[in-house]
């Protein structure tokens, strides 16, 4: 055999060995140092899986499962964001969305479960809100505070006329919502009754100070929405006037036996409130609700 070819099998036998060993070493974890390789190379956009593949094969001749279950992960961290149905539509800016969202999940279920209709209308000259049994109509474009405050409000319309339904064979009380009757055994008529001898007149006994608000002295309904937002977003002060009013300690004491469960937190409230003094409307206070 020449001299040169027998130089070059030597050469290429000790290639062949010193490669061998290099690759024994490697595979002493290999799983690990693919993994390692996967999160040091430069990965495309994770929508073409088949340039991710060739390119690991290439690098390190991984398999294709390692690749896929890496985009799989990555993928699961962009989830979209869950919205109650009332709440999920196109025409509800996305920040709305979320923040309507929250309200509706922190209060009582009693609202959200009877809310058929949510309407946001993003214009300055709508009104600030207005509830009825079933539907809320609020105004896009407050501050984020009045928002909570106004939805609140509204929430307390739901609540009063959607959740709480007497039955006709109890006779029709005095305390109609317009064309629509309240039944004698409906849970809202008892509320009404504490301040309330028809569904437009005081008793004759009652003063400003029977209300939490000048607002909820207007009529029964607009008295229990009022108390409402009250208990919920500044539940010191409402504390602090049923300790100064009988009439107010029943009100009170209705919306923690009946509205509010025992689990619901209400919020103590940035509003100092002076003695025997109302505001006219609760939902023009400051307050910290959901952290806005």
């Not at 977003?233 to 300690?249: G, P, R, T, Y």
């Not at 036996?257 to 006219?280: A, C, D, H, T």
Request: one cysteine or more; aromatic letters at 8%.
């Amino acid at each position: 055999m020449p001299k040169t070819l027998s130089f070059l099998l030597i050469g290429l036998t000790s290639a062949t060995i010193l490669a061998y060993g290099m690759v024994e070493a490697t595979n002493i974890d290999r799983d690990q140092h693919s993994v390692i390789r996967i999160q040091q190379m430069e990965i495309p956009a994770i929508a073409d899986v088949r340039i991710v593949e060739r390119a690991a094969a290439k690098e390190e001749s991984l398999d294709v499962v390692d690749v896929v279950e890496t985009v799989e992960v990555e993928s699961i961290e962009t989830e979209e964001v869950s919205y109650l149905p009332v709440v999920d539509q196109d025409d509800i800016r996305e920040e709305d969305k979320k923040l309507l969202n929250d309200i509706l999940m922190w209060l009582p279920s009693s609202c959200r479960d009877n809310l058929d209709h949510l309407v946001v209308r993003y214009d300055p000259s709508a009104p600030r809100g207005q509830g009825t049994s079933s539907t809320i109509l609020i105004r896009g474009g407050m501050s984020k505070k009045e928002t909570v405050s106004i939805m609140v409000h509204e929430c307390g319309h739901i609540v009063d006329l959607g959740s709480m339904q007497g039955t006709q064979d109890s006779g029709e009380s005095v305390y109609p919502d317009g064309p629509i009757p309240t039944y004698n055994n409906d849970l809202s008529a008892a509320f009404y009754s504490i301040s309330w001898s028809d569904v437009v007149s005081k008793y004759s006994t009652s003063d400003e100070n029977d209300f939490v608000s000048g607002y909820a002295a207007s009529d029964p309904f607009e008295d229990f929405a009022e108390s409402f937002i009250l208990y919920a977003l500044h539940n010191d002060a409402f504390k602090k006037m049923a300790n100064q009013n009988e009439v107010i300690s029943q009100k009170y004491d209705f919306m923690k036996n009946f509205i509010f469960n025992s689990g619901f937190e209400s919020l103590q409230g940035m509003y100092e409130l002076p003695e025997n003094e109302r505001v006219w409307d609760i939902t023009k206070l400051s307050h910290d609700a959901l952290r806005v």
